[in-house]
């Protein structure tokens, strides 16, 4: 008997499959991940079969996979591609199969076959792109971040310790009562989710299942996009194995199937298509253990990683607490840091002297580990401290907060500020490095006036250290900076994503690069993520803090002190800044009489089982939502978590609200759209003009969030009943994700969902090509974005949508009404049989209905700025129409500015037509000339603040924020870069701390002015 043997070396497993002369599975070897090790996985493996078969039998073994052509070179053996032997393997268990689902470690693909004369034949392939969300593991990413023990020195890395906490993580998955709604187009923005729903209460087991229908969701939308899978459908590769993921992937596909043997399908094809050609070989298992030692490939290198300048204590111990008299208590104050991956408590005296202090794991837990953290409080010095106050920040500051009445919630930017200063005073920058956050912060006689943090990757945090480390088998606490120091010649590493640096941490290895070199390597990347991707052109003070998980490694900081080419301080105890920074301001504010204090029975807090019941949300009858809602019971105290709009995190603030001006434009806005159209979903009016006439759908997405007003007056004097889509809700928002035909913004997807929604109660649907917006001065361009101007076919593709159903005018409205009465006219079917005299006077009556609502919205500017009180700083917001104004792509920024008494107003409520831009002449963007004028305005207002929000992958904006802050000058600016996450804690962090930095630049520019010469001014 003769076999063939087939072994796929994957980006995270090495799978072999023996067959025999009938083509026959004869052995499967156990799926086992190889942690980089790919030469060590693969001799076990062959030494198995050639155990197990005899090598006498064995005819051929023929390799594939990613890393598989490097070893079939090293043995002189024959490689198949990967995407070959994984359709000829599925085909072989699964005859007649049509579409094949196939999700591995790092790569997610779509094969559709056809057939003739009993062969298959790939009618379409597609694979994800330069991001690994959704993938086996972006999967083992995230339940390795909610495993119960990743740091210590009890470390251990296995295949088997990775599939037991991956086994307990789907089985907690599949005790949901209803997934969480969670985006995983990007790692950060899943995390970011799922963290915000641990942090408002969400049953760890719906944030589990949310993460597996977000996936599939995000593949439907990405790989499949408007594709008709036909049936069979299959689901092979790793992640086939995950029963959670196979009951998300069937809610749109309820006949998907897993054949057998789907984690080996690429290796069974290699062995069937070396049978199938006759092959033989054989291979020598020595050359395997040469390939161990090959000689080193000329990598781009980087210098040698050692400390020169920095002091690096590594006693990071408290001091005991010695001289106190322990029959009396000692007043002392609390901070708690509630991070993404770790809690922390700072215990400090009325000197400001941390006494005492605790770092664990979150554990997506963030009320359970504070009750952790208090019973090791009570525990260790139980009755002799008296807590006077107490102070939380972080990501959980809010729920945590709440269940310890706490008498401070700040930002965690502010308190590790705090906390900075009150160790060096002469501190001027400080770079801090968390679990998934990046921060910088510029301070100025110990006040912070601007700071960052990372948008959208989460490249350069501890958790992408820690996770790269984990899949190398190495030991984030204390082996990684020994072996990064220890590198003689680190290995110059590309800026990437975790998952993606993974891939190329494996190609080095296999090529003879040094683990220790890669690992100092790593040190470089995370500086240069870090300096690149938060700092940017921002300003690196004299004298540099260096705060966070990743400072207490001696490696990391060596990167930093070799690339800014000056030591860094690191002071003890740098871990729990934030929650000292806490600790400090609680105390600081009981010394100004803020605060008092209060009742609390820590023991009871510490013991007591955290209940909640579940309740839909009322709160907001035109929300058509329905968040659920958590009402917890803390110790016999009812509190109310929940929601998506963060109605219930910001509560804490206790201040007087300022004016919603958002939500009065869009009062005025819908108030004029209502005058000539039907909003789907609300009572029918009377009032509807030519009751015969077609139905006509607006659908509210893009160009309509400001132009609405005019498309519906056009259509009624037209005589169409026109109905526009509601607002923007999560059921809208998934419609459109999921019938994308290719990757774009947010917008754009929420545009596809909005006609979408219109669809199937209309008889036309609107979708003008706009061009261009109307202009001040001929020399502006005014282009809408190509997205924009292009939004018409890409929704008519992905939805479907006949020729004849399409209104589709090519609009260039900056020509004016005449030229859009004539593109309009053209556009009208035939069989509306209506004269140019008509539609030249419908689009006239349109116009000037556009140009009162533009004058309504600015008098509504106006009549604000009147109402802000004296010397108080306003926010200008600038964006597009559709971020601005849509809540659910905004987050519902207004309503949060106003309840945290910020005034601010969006851009378009002032007049900047006159403003000079041309020093920009090649402007191109309409809505670009626009924000960069506004910006232009706050820049010269003295106590105006630049608020910019956009959207991840938005193509204009790439550049103009650049221009933005180079306007603003001196002023510090807040960028809010949003996508299909829902999450609001992080925005909230961002606005709160911009706030405390508001703060500070207003008040020191103040103290240096005139000011009974200012207030005149700006009352005026």
């Known amino acids: 008997m003769a076999f063939n043997v087939g072994v796929d070396v994957g980006s995270v497993s090495v799978n072999v499959v023996v067959i025999d002369e009938e083509q026959r599975i004869v052995w499967e070897a156990p799926y086992v991940r190889h942690f980089g090790q790919v030469m060590i996985e693969v001799r076990r493996a062959l030494e198995e079969v050639l155990t197990r078969f005899g090598a006498a039998h064995v005819r051929s073994v023929t390799f594939t996979g990613i890393h598989g052509e490097r070893i079939a070179g090293l043995l002189g053996a024959p490689f198949e591609v990967e995407t070959i032997a994984q359709v000829t393997g599925t085909v072989h268990v699964a005859p007649g199969v049509r579409s094949i689902v196939s999700i591995g470690g790092q790569d997610a693909c779509l094969f559709q076959l056809s057939y003739t004369d009993g062969s298959w034949h790939l009618d379409a392939f597609n ?60 790692t950060v923005f899943t995390k970011s989710d799922m963290i915000h729903l641990q942090n408002k209460g969400e049953p760890l087991p719906n944030i589990i299942a949310g993460l ?52 080996s399908l690429g290796a069974l094809g290699a062995a069937l298509l070396s049978h199938r050609a006759g092959r033989c070989n054989t291979v020598d298992l020595e050359r395997l253990s040469e390939g161990l030692n090959v000689v080193e490939e000329a990598f781009p290198r980087a210098p040698r990683l050692e400390l020169r300048w920095t002091v690096f204590d590594q006693h990071n111990e408290v001091p005991s607490w010695e001289g106190r008299d322990k029959r009396v208590p000692v007043p002392v104050y609390l901070g708690v840091d509630i991070g993404s ?40 010095l139980g009755a002799v401290v008296r807590i006077k106050a107490v102070a939380t920040t972080g990501s959980g500051r809010n729920v945590v907060g709440d269940f310890l009445q706490a008498d401070l919630i700040l930002d965690e930017i502010t308190a590790h500020a705090k906390g900075a200063v009150a160790v060096d005073a002469t501190v001027d920058t400080v770079f801090e490095i968390g679990g998934q956050d990046s921060k910088y ?19 350069g945090t501890g958790s992408f250290l820690h996770e790269l480390a984990n899949k190398l088998k190495i030991n984030i606490v204390g082996e990684f900076q020994e072996l990064a120091l220890a590198s003689q010649n680190p290995v110059s590493l590309a800026e990437r994503c975790t998952v993606f640096m993974e891939s190329d941490l494996f190609s080095y290895l296999q090529k003879g690069a040094r683990r220790e070199d890669l690992i100092a390597g790593l040190c470089y990347a995370v500086v240069h993520n870090y300096l690149n991707r938060v700092v940017g052109k921002r300003p690196v003070g004299k004298k540099v803090m260096f705060l966070g998980g990743p400072s207490l490694n001696k490696a990391v900081v060596a990167a930093f002190e070799r690339v800014l080419q000056r030591p860094l301080v690191v002071p003890p105890h ?17 010394e100004r009489g803020e605060v008092s204090e209060k009742r609390r029975d820590f023991q009871a807090l510490a013991q007591a089982t955290v209940q909640f019941t579940e309740s839909l949300c009322r709160a907001d009858k035109h929300c058509h939502n329905e968040c659920k809602l958590k009402i917890y019971d803390f110790a016999g105290r009812k509190s109310i978590w929940g929601g998506d709009c963060g109605r219930f995190e910001v509560s804490h603030y206790r201040g007087p609200s300022a004016e919603n001006v958002f939500e009065a434009r869009q009062r005025l806005f819908w108030e004029m759209v209502r005058e000539h159209a039907h909003v789907l979903g609300e009572p029918t009016s009377a009032s509807s003009p030519d009751k015969g006439g077609p139905v006509v759908g607006v659908p509210m997405g893009l160009h309509a969030l400001e132009w609405a007003p005019f498309w519906v007056r056009l259509l009624a004097a037209l005589g169409c009943r026109v109905l526009v889509s509601p607002s923007t809700d999560n059921r809208i928002a998934l419609k459109g994700v999921e019938s994308m035909t290719a990757e774009t913004c947010f917008p754009v997807k929420v545009f596809h969902g909005h006609v979408q929604t219109l669809l199937d109660h209309v008889d036309y649907i609107f979708l003008p090509n706009v061009i261009t917006m109307p202009v001040p001065a001929p020399q502006e361009a005014g282009m809408f974005c190509p997205m924009v101007q292009s939004s018409q076919y890409m929704v008519r593709a992905a939805l479907n949508i006949s020729d004849d159903r399409v209104l589709r005018p090519t609009l260039s409205l900056k020509q004016g009404p005449e030229a859009v009465s004539a593109a309009v006219f053209e556009a009208l079917p035939k069989s509306w049989r209506m004269s140019r005299s008509r539609v030249a006077a419908a689009v006239r009556a349109a116009w000037g209905y556009q140009q009162w609502f533009r004058n309504r919205v600015q008098e509504l ?15 200008i917001v600038t964006g597009r129409p559709y971020n601005l104004y849509d809540e659910r792509l905004n987050l519902k920024l207004g309503r949060h500015l106003a309840r945290l008494g910020i005034w601010a107003m969006p851009a378009d409520v002032l007049d900047v037509d006159g403003e000079d831009l041309s020093d920009f002449p090649r402007m191109y963007w309409g809505l670009g000339t626009r924000i960069l004028k506004s910006a232009k305005r706050i820049a010269r207002t003295p106590h105006w603040f630049g608020v910019h929000l ?71």
């Not at 301070?443 to 006036?449: N, Q, S």
């Not at 740098?574 to 009981?590: D, F, I, N, P, T």
């Not at 500017?861 to 926010?875: F, K, M």
């Open 441 to 459: 912060i510029r301070l100025e006689a110990t006040h912070p006036l601007d700071f960052d943090m990372n948008k959208v990757c989460a490249a």
């Open 127 to 186: 694979m994800n792109g330069p991001c690994a969300s959704g993938t086996g593991s972006f999967i083992d990413q995230q339940s390795a971040r909610l495993a119960s023990s990743i740091y210590g020195a009890d470390f251990e890395m296995s295949h088997e310790k990775v599939q037991k906490t991956l086994e307990d993580f789907i089985a907690l998955g599949l005790q949901h009562s209803s997934p969480a709604p969670v985006a995983c187009r990007c």
């Open 212 to 263: 597996h229908y977000g996936n599939a969701a995000n593949y439907v939308s990405t790989i499949v996009a408007a594709r008709r899978l036909e049936e069979p459908v299959v689901f092979i590769g790793g992640v086939a194995s995950n029963p959670l993921q196979v009951e998300a992937f069937r809610q749109y596909y309820p006949s998907l199937e897993v054949p057998p043997h789907h984690t």
């Open 861 to 875: 500017g106006r009549a604000l700025l009147s109402r802000v009180p004296a010397l108080d700083p306003v926010w």
């Open 950 to 1020: 956009s959207n991840f992958s938005c193509g204009p904006d790439s550049f103009i924020e650049h221009f933005y802050r180079h306007l603003l000058e001196s002023k510090p600016a807040l960028i809010l870069e949003l996508d299909e996450h829902s999450a609001v804690a992080g925005l909230l962090t961002r606005v709160e701390a911009f706030r405390n930095v508001v703060k500070n630049v207003h008040e020191a520019s103040l103290g240096s002015a005139d000011w009974n010469h200012l207030a005149a001014k700006l009352s005026n």
């Open 574 to 590: 740098r871990e729990v800044m934030g929650a000292y920074g806490a600790a400090l301001a609680v105390k600081e504010a009981w």
């Open 341 to 380: 991956t770790t809690t922390k408590y700072a215990l400090i005296d009325e000197s400001g002297t941390l006494r005492h202090k605790c770092y664990v794991q979150t554990q997506g837990k963030p009320i359970e580990v504070t009750q952790k953290l208090l019973r090791t409080l009570l525990e260790e």
